[in-house]
């Protein structure tokens, strides 16, 4: 649906063609040189001519992103994975699919040269050909929203790293929260041709001097804006439109209005104990225990009074001792005997603080409050401490208690972990391979194997006597379990392991026992069922005080394998990963680490038609130089 405001203030409406599917509207352009306009929809571009009939489809295309015109005049359109160059139904179309990744938006440089703003970072196209990604910078290997190209600049709007500003490739310049931008999430780029860019976020609009490549201000709801979600901006002369997701709204780019004038603050009501006072100057009264003392107020402000700020200042010292709050109750829990000054003042968006009204207040003591009495609160003081010692007592000693439970429980789940690693069935089928190389009269291969198969046996057993072992060890026993695997299954599958270098700075060492019963599953439940060659990823990485572990085959996956499943293995790999879990957990109570494990079925998980299996484990480590 395309709605069109008349010079008269009318609303007319068009349906557009919506026989693809959905056919939002993405963006509206003035073609250069006409007062005909491209309305980019999400299955087609249309043209419109104000105040003509309803606009025609000129090009058909899915899954439209973007569109921008070149220096000459010619229109380029982005979709998910295609780039059309012209605005016709012959326009030359280039096949972008073997980009693997979104496209998001496009800024033309030249009528040759352009730049892509994709779900995986920023790449250059020139010529017709292929483009080729940017790289001169990491940070811009990220989710890109809009780009903007600017009298030699490049702008970059991404999804939640701010904005960053490019020439010839390099960064120059990068817009943050932390440089006061009103959101590091970036939904569109508008440049307004007059040295202004206007940014679109989900808390509000941005503006940006492009001259100078500085922030000028922010405006949110605050402001006026209808909501903070930013959808789309235009400008005609010197009125901004903005659509937010509550509506549109406009105003004079140059002359937003500020009230300065600060409110006037009254006291309402004074509250201590039981009882109620109209506020004077003055307020005495005898200690009362338990007993909170408050003090309600407010101010007189017209427009956005939920925006009015107030400060108290409880100890007379105007200097730091101001607290802000957007609470109209001062509270002050069990208020000793004494005597104090209270000062309030307010001020609302944009103005100054007003000038503070005065409370003067005198708490007088009780009886036990006078010297004579503080002996005796010393003494009950000595016995509070006792009391308090001889609860850390207790507690160290229930501490020392649970601490001898947890290993107990640690030593049965490492043996059920044991259990679990190397279970009858690969033992069964381990000797049932012996048998057959002997039958074959492939004795030395069936030695090998059985030398190998021991080894991995004596590794296993020495692992599970130890809390923690090396990465280098654990990778070791691994690498010899998997060989015995791919003999086992015929060398069907190919492996590999990646370690990250931040690894190899530092020697790592994790619990044994928790990768082994993953690549278990990987290969008997996904690789081995498979038809054809299989492969199996085992990526390591430094997550701060954790081994990020993620085991990837392109197997059969995780629910098919489940759908073939009998009764018995199945309670058996749920009860290794239960396990694994649980070891996790009894970590977590002894040092705080949180590890974690995860699986996901790549068919069914946004990995687009790839079948197998991701697990990813989080395991707290020992980390030394």
């Known amino acids: 649906m395309l709605n069109v405001m008349t010079p008269g203030g009318s609303i007319r409406r068009f349906e557009l063609d919506s026989t693809g599917g959905r056919n939002s509207v993405l963006g509206i352009m003035a073609q250069p040189g006409t007062s005909e306009l491209l309305v980019a929809t999400d299955n087609a571009i249309f043209n419109y001519s104000p105040g003509g009939p309803a606009p025609k489809p000129v090009l058909r295309m899915r899954n439209i992103k973007d569109m921008d015109f070149t220096p000459d005049g010619k229109l380029r359109v982005a979709s998910r994975n295609r780039l059309a160059f012209g605005s016709t139904a012959d326009a030359r179309m280039l096949d972008l699919s073997a980009l693997e990744t979104q ?8 009528d040759s040269t352009y730049y892509l703003g994709t779900g995986s970072g920023l790449f250059f196209g020139a010529n017709g050909g292929f483009p080729v990604p940017v790289q001169d910078d990491p940070r811009l290997s990220q989710s890109i929203k809009d780009l903007v190209w600017i009298n030699g600049y490049l702008w970059v709007g991404t999804s939640d790293q701010g904005i960053f500003v490019l020439k010839d490739d390099q960064v120059v310049r990068h817009f943050r929260t932390a440089d006061h931008l009103v959101s590091d999430i970036c939904q569109q780029l508008y440049y307004d041709g007059n040295g202004r860019l206007y940014v679109a976020t989900n808390k509000g609009l941005s503006i940006i001097d492009t001259r100078t490549r500085t922030l000028l201000r922010n405006l949110t709801s605050n402001d006026g804006l209808m909501s903070d979600d930013i959808r789309g901006i235009s400008h005609a002369g010197d009125t901004l439109y903005v659509a937010t997701s509550n509506g549109l709204c406009y105003f004079s780019r140059d002359h937003i209005p500020v009230d300065t004038v600060p409110p006037t603050v009254y006291l309402n009501a004074i509250r201590y104990g039981d009882s109620s006072w109209i506020p004077g100057q003055y307020f005495q009264h005898l200690y009362e225990w338990k007993s909170t003392f408050e003090v309600e107020f407010g101010a007189i402000a017209f427009d956005l009074p939920d925006l009015v700020e107030y400060q108290y200042n409880f100890s007379n010292d105007t200097s730091a001792g101001w607290v802000t709050t957007m609470s109209n109750i001062v509270p002050y829990p069990r ?15 944009k103005s100054g603080w007003s000038k503070p009204v005065v409370l003067r207040i005198s708490i007088l003591p009780r009886w036990y409050q006078e010297w004579w009495a503080r002996g005796i609160l010393v ?3 000595i016995m509070a401490i006792l009391l308090v010692l001889r609860y850390i007592v207790a507690r160290i000693r229930g501490g020392e208690r649970r601490k001898t439970e947890y290993n107990r429980r640690i030593a049965e789940l490492e043996a059920k972990a044991l259990t679990n690693q190397m279970n009858p069935h690969f033992i069964f089928n381990s000797l049932n391979s012996v048998q057959h190389l002997i039958l074959e009269k492939e004795e030395k291969q069936a030695l090998n194997f059985l030398a190998d198969f021991a080894t991995l046996m004596r590794q ?3 692992n599970s006597r130890k809390s923690y072992i090396s990465l280098e060890d654990e990778i070791a026993f691994l690498t010899r379990y998997i060989e015995l695997e791919k003999i086992r299954f015929a060398n069907s599958f190919e492996y590999k392991f990646d370690m990250s270098q931040e690894l190899k700075e530092y020697t790592i060492y994790i619990p044994p026992m928790l990768i082994q019963p993953i690549l278990e599953n990987a290969i008997k439940h996904g690789l081995a069922p498979k038809n054809g060659s299989g492969h199996l990823l085992v990526r390591l990485e430094l997550h701060g005080d954790l081994l990020y572990c993620a085991v990837d085959d392109d197997g ?39 590890g974690k494990l995860e699986i996901i079925d790549k068919f069914n998980s946004g990995f687009g ?17």
């Open 335 to 349: 208020l000793q005997p004494g005597d104090y000054t209270l000062l309030i003042r307010a001020r609302k968006y």
């Open 379 to 381: 003494l009950l003081g």
């Open 609 to 625: 038609n790839k079948a197998g299996t991701l697990v990813e484990i989080l395991i707290p480590i020992v980390k030394m130089l």
């Open 103 to 110: 496209i998001n938006s496009i800024a033309c440089v030249t």
């Open 460 to 462: 296993m057993l020495n």
């Open 556 to 594: 059969i996956g995780w629910e098919h394998a489940n759908s073939i499943k009998t009764g018995k293995l199945t309670k058996h790999e749920s009860t290794a990963l239960s396990v694994i879990r649980e070891r996790l957990q009894i970590i977590k109570s002894f040092n705080g680490s949180v």
